[in-house]
């Protein structure tokens, strides 16, 4: 009902344009059309298919007047005052000769008395009218009425179903409608049907997916990927300090309310070896919380295509402001940030939006990034306040590589109880996780190209055979163990 009363106070106050933003174009016109009624003047839409056509009167469209300039043209002349929702005509905003129309209606808005009203998904407000208008917002709907938006599909969906009963426990419609803030109405209400109409019930399981079409109706610029299928913890040997660390703050990071005094966790930085499990942790972070992982897409952020790379980014991090509570991943962070001479300073002003929103952000984001090379990372980013913790994901020692034999053995489906470990970790010192794996794949191809079945002596000959990375990076990787201590914690 505020919605209305806004929209009416806008009319009355004798502005003559009105640009509203909006997904929701069938609900702003219907708003319109409810308005019609209190303030009792035509209502007309144009859209480039239809023309001008009135809406009180449910005449027909008389399909002249599709030409953005003839629509005007004709409104100016239009006698008797009248509101025009025009549709989808932003793209004609940019031609002098429209705005200039525009700018006429305006002027003579003490006799002529119209109102114009742009509807579109996203409008720019030309700066020669600018002066004249007013951008309205309309409502998304609040925390506290989508429970009642979900109970309204769940009844619409038994209506349509006579007979059948819907499976939503009170839990689940709490969770369902935190992942549905920040979508407008018409979209809540049908992800909320969809999630009904596929297994009459309403799940954890729907959960996800909701979150996904969420993600893909807020998704603009596409410099955020989702990510499904997020792994969990138990996938990532070693790092037992780090999944302390992590579990000590689920809770706080979760919490919709926090007592004074505690912050929000607000994330962490992962430096080390290359192949150490830097990108694995950063997935697994998102698993064992069970929140939604996007990755910042730092390769087409500089895409010179993709546009203007600040505004793409602050809409990238809104948006994941809008998918709280998740995880923002940016791998490989020095690659982004750290830029050239010769980007126009580009990559440098996006270094400072993600720094201040990084400050200023108090939504439940959680950042992981995570750097191989310190000497191209930007010391801000590691200044304390920013993220709560550095981390150094140094080689693996013996645990944590016994931890990753298992991992990658039961990942393919063979058993660590038929192998001896003990001299596999022993043999493997050196080696990073990944070169665990890769070990465990080749020794598999071999057993397989000799008909035969993987054994120990597969996976000890292929061990022998590596040369791991801190055997030919040695100084490389005792530059990075000198510059972490003192500065960084240790996973393990
Ligand atoms: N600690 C670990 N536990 C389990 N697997 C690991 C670990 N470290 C590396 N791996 C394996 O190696 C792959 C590559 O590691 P990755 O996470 O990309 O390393 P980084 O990002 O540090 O370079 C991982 O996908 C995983 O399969
Ligand atoms: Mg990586």
């Given at each position: 009902?505020?919605?209305?009363?806004?929209?009416q106070i806008?009319?009355?106050?004798?502005?003559?344009?009105?640009?509203?933003?909006?997904?929701?174009?069938?609900?702003?016109?219907?708003?319109f059309?409810?308005?019609?009624?209190?303030i009792?003047k035509?209502?007309f839409s144009?859209?480039?298919?239809?023309?001008?056509?009135?809406?009180?009167?449910d005449?027909?469209?008389?399909?002249?007047?599709?030409?953005a300039?003839?629509?005007?043209?004709?409104?100016?002349g239009?006698g008797?005052?009248?509101?025009?929702?025009?549709?989808?005509?932003?793209p004609y905003?940019?031609?002098?000769?429209?705005?200039?129309l525009?700018?006429?209606?305006?002027?003579?808005?003490?006799?002529?008395?119209h109102?114009?009203?742009f509807?579109?998904h996203?409008?720019?407000?030309?700066?020669?009218?600018?002066?004249?208008?007013?951008s309205?917002?309309?409502k998304?709907?609040?925390r506290s009425?989508l429970p009642?938006?979900i109970?309204a599909?769940?009844g619409?969906?038994?209506?349509?179903?006579?007979?059948?009963?819907?499976?939503?426990?009170?839990?689940?419609?709490?969770?369902?409608?935190?992942?549905?803030?920040?979508?407008s109405?018409?979209?809540?209400?049908?992800?909320?049907?969809?999630?009904i109409?596929?297994?009459?019930?309403?799940?954890?399981?729907?959960?996800?997916r909701?979150?996904?079409r969420?993600?893909?109706?807020?998704?603009q610029n596409?410099?955020?990927?989702?990510?499904?299928?997020a792994?969990?913890?138990?996938?990532?040997?070693?790092?037992?300090?780090?999944?302390k660390?992590?579990d000590?703050?689920?809770?706080?990071?979760l919490?919709?309310?926090l007592?004074?005094?505690?912050?929000?966790?607000?994330g962490?930085?992962l430096?080390?070896?290359?192949?150490?499990?830097?990108?694995?942790?950063?997935?697994a972070?998102a698993?064992?919380?069970?929140?939604?992982?996007?990755?910042?897409?730092t390769?087409s952020?500089?895409?010179?295509?993709?546009?203007?790379?600040?505004?793409?980014?602050r809409?990238?991090?809104?948006?994941?402001?809008?998918?709280?509570?998740?995880?923002?991943?940016?791998?490989e962070?020095?690659?982004?940030?750290?830029?050239?001479s010769?980007?126009?300073?580009?990559?440098?002003?996006?270094?400072a939006?993600v720094?201040t929103?990084?400050?200023?952000?108090s939504?439940?984001?959680?950042i992981?990034?995570?750097?191989?090379?310190?000497?191209?990372?930007?010391?801000?980013?590691?200044?304390?306040?920013?993220?709560?913790?550095?981390?150094?994901?140094?080689?693996?020692?013996?645990?944590a590589?016994?931890?990753?034999?298992?991992?990658?053995?039961?990942?393919?489906q063979?058993?660590?109880l038929?192998f001896?470990?003990?001299?596999?970790v022993?043999?493997s010192?050196g080696?990073?996780?990944?070169?665990?794996?890769?070990?465990i794949?080749?020794?598999?191809?071999?057993a397989?190209?000799?008909?035969?079945?993987?054994?120990?002596?597969?996976?000890?000959?292929e061990?022998?055979?590596?040369?791991?990375?801190?055997?030919?990076?040695?100084?490389k990787?005792s530059?990075?163990?000198l510059?972490?201590?003192?500065?960084?914690?240790?996973v393990n």
């Amino acid at each position: 009902m505020h919605e209305l009363d806004d929209l009416q106070i806008l009319l009355r106050s004798r502005t003559p344009l009105i640009f509203i933003e909006t997904r929701e174009e069938a609900r702003a016109v219907q708003l319109f059309r409810r308005l019609q009624r209190h303030i009792g003047k035509p209502l007309f839409s144009w859209t480039v298919t239809d023309g001008l056509a009135r809406l009180d009167l449910d005449l027909p469209p008389q399909k002249h007047n599709r030409k953005a300039a003839d629509a005007l043209t004709q409104i100016a002349g239009t006698g008797q005052p009248s509101v025009f929702l025009l549709l989808d005509f932003h793209p004609y905003l940019d031609d002098p000769v429209n705005q200039r129309l525009i700018k006429q209606i305006c002027l003579e808005y003490p006799t002529l008395g119209h109102t114009l009203v742009f509807i579109s998904h996203q409008i720019s407000i030309p700066a020669s009218l600018r002066h004249h208008a007013v951008s309205y917002q309309l409502k998304l709907p609040g925390r506290s009425q989508l429970p009642a938006l979900i109970r309204a599909e769940i009844g619409r969906w038994k209506l349509q179903n006579p007979g059948q009963d819907v499976a939503a426990h009170p839990e689940i419609i709490e969770q369902i409608s935190h992942n549905l803030q920040g979508l407008s109405f018409t979209e809540a209400r049908k992800l909320v049907f969809e999630a009904i109409a596929d297994d009459d019930a309403l799940t954890a399981d729907d959960l996800e997916r909701i979150n996904r079409r969420k993600f893909e109706l807020l998704d603009q610029n596409q410099l955020i990927k989702f990510h499904a299928k997020a792994l969990d913890l138990s996938d990532v040997g070693g790092m037992q300090r780090l999944r302390k660390w992590l579990d000590t703050r689920k809770k706080a990071f979760l919490s919709p309310a926090l007592p004074a005094g505690l912050n929000r966790p607000k994330g962490l930085m992962l430096i080390g070896v290359q192949g150490g499990g830097k990108s694995l942790a950063a997935k697994a972070v998102a698993g064992s919380w069970h929140v939604p992982l996007l990755r910042l897409d730092t390769g087409s952020l500089y895409n010179k295509y993709i546009g203007e790379t600040e505004k793409n980014i602050r809409s990238a991090l809104a948006l994941t402001e809008s998918m709280a509570p998740c995880v923002l991943w940016i791998d490989e962070v020095e690659k982004a940030m750290a830029g050239d001479s010769e980007d126009n300073g580009t990559s440098k002003r996006v270094l400072a939006t993600v720094l201040t929103w990084m400050a200023e952000n108090s939504a439940s984001v959680f950042i992981v990034m995570t750097a191989n090379d310190i000497s191209s990372l930007p010391p801000e980013l590691l200044r304390k306040g920013r993220i709560d913790e550095i981390f150094f994901v140094d080689l693996p020692d013996s645990e944590a590589r016994e931890e990753i034999f298992r991992i990658h053995l039961k990942r393919r489906q063979l058993d660590p109880l038929d192998f001896n470990l003990g001299p596999l970790v022993e043999s493997s010192e050196g080696f990073s996780g990944s070169e665990i794996e890769q070990a465990i794949i080749s020794a598999l191809y071999q057993a397989f190209s000799d008909n035969s079945q993987l054994s120990q002596k597969y996976l000890e000959d292929e061990i022998s055979r590596t040369r791991p990375l801190s055997v030919i990076m040695d100084d490389k990787i005792s530059a990075l163990r000198l510059w972490a201590k003192g500065r960084t914690v240790k996973v393990n």
